[in-house]
């Protein structure tokens, strides 16, 4: 009872952001693909983090709309990786998930070792720095912030299509990177979309964690 009540909060937290930023586009004269973005990239987190096989189609939405403000922002490496890697991922992520779950919309989650995070922890860093340097070669700006958004993401991405709850913590980093990146290209709506994300990561966090400990106590009874 207590889940459902706080599912229910954070999903009526989150709509009243919705409709503020809605607000916000009208008064404000905003770029109406941004209001798109910005809603649809706040749904699609808060899905994820109550374990809802519907963010992959909200998830959709979000990312194409996402390409075109991030190629506009001059933000190609953001761009490019949604656009070859996030939109495929979303089909095989919603494929993986109908394979493990719980409820007929909530997935079941697991965790990592130790020795996975450090490995995971290492390419990471190496490709962000590599990454980095690649678009600066072809003229990106903000490259190196750039290039730690899409690494992580990508990361986070393949993490969440394994169903693991770690994933939250490359979310958290992701969006924090992302404040920085929208608040440095002036766009309001984007920057409130980072910042409300960034809440529901820490949520996602918590919710994952409860769901992938009452997992292994089942199974430990089980065995």
């Known amino acids: 009872m207590k889940s459902k009540r706080f599912e229910i909060i954070n999903y009526s937290f989150f709509s009243a952001v919705i409709v503020a930023c809605l607000v916000l586009t009208i008064v404000c004269k905003i770029y109406w693909l941004s209001f798109v973005a910005s809603a649809s990239s706040i749904l699609y987190i808060v899905l994820l983090s109550e374990r809802n096989l519907l963010n992959f189609i ?3 939405v979000s990312s194409t709309s996402y390409i075109v403000i991030a190629y506009q922002s001059l933000l ?3 761009a490019i ?3 070859v890697f996030d939109i495929p991922m979303i089909v095989v992520s919603f494929i993986m998930w109908k394979k493990h779950m719980e409820t007929k919309y909530k997935v079941e989650t697991k965790k990592l070792s130790i020795k996975n995070i450090f490995l995971i922890v290492l390419v990471s860093s190496i490709s962000v720095v590599g990454y ?3 678009l600066r070669a072809i003229g990106g700006e903000n490259t190196f912030i750039d290039a730690l958004s ?3 993401t990508l990361t986070a991405t393949i993490l969440m299509a394994l169903r693991y709850k770690e994933q939250w913590f490359m979310w958290i980093i992701v969006y924090a990177v992302s404040i920085v990146l929208w608040a440095t290209t ?3 709506l984007m920057l409130i979309m980072s910042i409300s994300c960034f ?3 820490f949520i996602g966090y918590i919710n994952w964690t409860i769901s992938t400990k009452k997992k292994e106590t089942i199974e430990i009874k089980n065995d």
């Open 58 to 60: 909200v998830g959709f």
């Open 132 to 134: 980095g340097f690649f």
């Open 81 to 83: 990786f949604y656009l």
């Open 199 to 201: 809440i529901s990561s």
């Open 76 to 78: 190609y490496g953001e």
């Open 150 to 152: 899409t690494v992580v």
């Open 186 to 188: 002036f766009n309001l």
